[in-house]
C-alpha cells in the first residue's frame, strides 16, 4: 500500500485519522492522520508543545480524543482509559516509569498480575518462582541481563529500572508500545541498551511507537519519523530516504521539503 | 540462567526478607548478646522462670507489632492501639462478667476492633487525613470513650476457659508465646507470599505507581487499620487473660513499644520495606530490657526514658542504612557508585 517501512513487511497495525484535541482554545493535536506499520519504529519529533505527548496519551487512552477515529486491525476501538489501551494491547511506557522501588524486579514485573498458586488447593498465595522463572524467561527474549532480581529495583541503575519498566509492558500481550523519551537522562552506554532492547521489540514484532528529542537516536533507531508543529502532523518520511537537516526543517519551518 | 540455588535460597525464605535476613542476623546476635549480658550482670535474669515470663510479656506486644509492621509498610501509622485495646477490653470484659458467653463475648472484642480499625482506615484511605492525625485523633476519643465506660473500675475475674489463654501451658511453653510465635509466622506469610502483603509493600513504596498498576489502593490501606484493630482485639484479649484484669487505662504508651519494635526490626518509617521477622526480635529486645531494668530495680519512670532513646536510636540508624542522613551517605556510597560502575561497563 504505501512505502513499505524498513525491511519489515507493511501492514498497517493501527491507523489514526483526523485526530483532533483541545484544551481550551489551543488546538493541542489537530487533526492528525497516520498509520503505524506491524513491527516498526516509529519516531515521534517535534519542538516543545508540539503536541506529542498528547498525542500519545490519547493513544495510550489517557485522555480521550475529542474527534477522530483509531483503528487497530481493521477495527475500530474506542480508548477512553489505560485498561481500554491495555485491552487493544497498547502499552504506555510513561516518564515517571511506575516503579515501586521497595519491590524486586519479579514483583514489579507482576504488580496487579499477581500469579498465585493454593496451598493444599485452597489457600492463595503468591508464586514467587513462576514469576521470577517468567520474568527471567522474558528478559532473556528480549535479551535483558539484569544482575540481581530479587534487590529492590532502587538499587539498580537508570537504565536497568528502565528495562524493567519495559520488561511490565511486555509481560502482557502487546502489539504497540509507546516510549516517552526512554533515553533521557541515561548515559551513552545505558541509553545503547534501551535502543538495543527497543529493537528486539521490533524482532518480536511489536511495533514502538518512540518520542525523543534526540535526532541520533532517532536515526539510529526508527525505521520512519514522524514530525508534529504546533499539533499538526507535518509529515511522516522513511529514515534511509531523508536527512538529518530535513527532518531539522521539519521541525523548525513545519514543512516537508 | 541465573544461579539456581540463590534462586531457591529466595524461594524457601521468602523475596521481600531474604535481604533482610543478613540484616535480622545482625539484630538477632544483638539479642542473644543482650540475654548474655543482662545473664552475666544478674543470674536472675537467666532462670527459666524469668524466660518463660519474658516470653509471655513480649507475646501480645509482638502480635500487635506484626500488625503494626504491615501498618507501617503502608508508609502508614497507628497511635491509636493502646486507646483501642483499651476500650476493647474494658467492653469484653464488662460483658463476658456479666454473664455473656465467653466465646460470643471475644467475637464482640474482634468486632468491635474490626469495626473501629475500619473507621481508621475509612478516614485515612477515603477522607485523606493523614495517618498520624487520624490514629492520634483516635487515640484521644477511644481512651476517652474506655474512660467513659470504666472510669475508676477495675475489672478483674474471667472465667478459666479465657485465662488459660494467658496463663496456661502446652508442654510447658506458655500458651501466650505459642499464639504469639503462630501469629508471626502467619504474618511472615501474609507479608511476603501473598498478594494482600504485596499489595501492602506496594502502596507503602509507591502509592502512585501501585494504582497504575491495578492495585487497589483505597481497600488495601483500609484492610491494613482492619486488620490492625482485628489484631489489637487479638493482643488485648490475651493481655487480660494473663492479667485477668482490666481497666480504663491498660495500654497507655503501648503505641510507642510497639512502634519501637517495629523500627528496632529494620522496617522502613518511610513506606514499602519491612520485615516481620525483625519486628519479633525488635519486641523481643525491648521485652528483654524491660524486664532487666526491672529486676536491677529500675524505676519505671526511668523505665520510659530508656524506650524513648531506644526508638530515636533505631530510627537514627535506619536512616543510616537507608542513606537519608546526607552527610553520611557519602561515606556509605560504596554500593550503588559500583552497580552504576558495572552498568556503563566501565
New interface residues.
Partial sequence: MDEGGGNVGATTLMRVVGLQKSYGGLRAVDDVTFDVHRGEILALVGDNGAGKSTLVKALAGAHAPDSGSIEIDGQSVLLRTPRDAEAAGIGCLHQGLGLVDALDVPENVFLGRELQTRIFGLIPQLDHSRMRARTIELLDRFGIHLPKLNEPVMRLSGGQRQTVAISRLLLQDVRLVIMDEPMAALGVEEGRRVLDLVRSMREEGISVIVISHNLEHVFQLADRIAVMKNGRLVGVVETVSTTRDAVVGMITFGQQH | ??NQP??SL??AI???D??WLFKGLGLTIVVIALALIFSLINPRFATITNFANVLTQASYYIIIAVGMTFVITSAGIDLSVGSLLALITVIGFDLIKAGMHPLLGVLIMFALGGGIGGLTGLLIALVKIPPFIATLAMMVSLRGLALLHSAGNMHYGLPSSLTWLGQGDLLGVPVPVIIAFVFAVFGG?LFN???F??HV??I???R???R????PVNLVEVMVYVMMGLITALGGLIMIARIDSTQATIGTAMEIHVIAAVIIGGT?LF???GTVYGTVLGALLLSMMTNALVIAGVDYFWQLVVMGVIVLIAVAIGNLRERRIPTLSHVLRR??ED??A????R
Avoid: C, I
Avoid at chain 2, 558495572?342 to 561497563?345: E, K, R
Fill in positions: 540462567m541465573q540463590a534462586a529466595s524461594n521468602g523475596h521481600a531474604r535481604r506469610w507470599h501473598t498478594k502483603g504485596l509493600r506496594a507503602g513504596g509507591n502512585e505507581a501501585a497504575l498498576a491495578g492495585v522502613s513506606g514499602g520495606s554500593v550503588p552497580s552504576v558495572n552498568d556503563q561497563g
